[in-house]
Nanobody, 128 residues
């Protein structure tokens, strides 16, 4: 079965950095777009970033563009999110999610809503 396990969250001061990881299993990782979403306290899910199956294309939401970097290692079936210049408003539970298979090309707008499995999440708290 599809499993996604996030790790790397924690407490960090404003301006600091964290790298999240997501270990994937139960499907052919290299054939799927992958996505990071987050949920802040009292708010709904927010799409943040997606990446093409081979890593060639990346997509970012306005709130994280220029600060976060999504990348993947298909040999290790692992997705990453490098988060720099963290702000208090980045405090949230972060989830990785499986996007669509790469049999078609998807626009950013489509990727913001097309994911079918996600992990248990990892908490990121940005506070001094």
């Amino acid at each position: 079965q599809v499993q996604l396990v996030e790790s790397g969250g924690g407490l960090v001061q404003p301006g600091g950095s964290l790298r999240l990881s997501c270990a994937a299993s139960g499907f052919t990782f290299r054939n799927y777009y992958m996505t990071w979403v987050r949920q802040a306290p009292g708010k709904g899910l927010e799409w943040m970033s997606s990446i093409h199956s081979d890593g060639s294309d990346t997509y970012y939401g306005d709130s994280v563009k220029g600060r976060f970097t999504i990348f993947r290692d298909n040999a290790k079936n692992t997705l990453y999110l490098q988060m720099n210049s963290l702000k208090s408003e980045d405090t949230a539970v972060y989830y990785c999610a499986r996007g669509p298979a790469d049999s078609h090309y998807y626009t950013q707008q489509q990727l913001e809503y097309q994911y079918d499995y996600w992990g248990q999440g990892t908490q990121v708290t940005v506070s001094s």
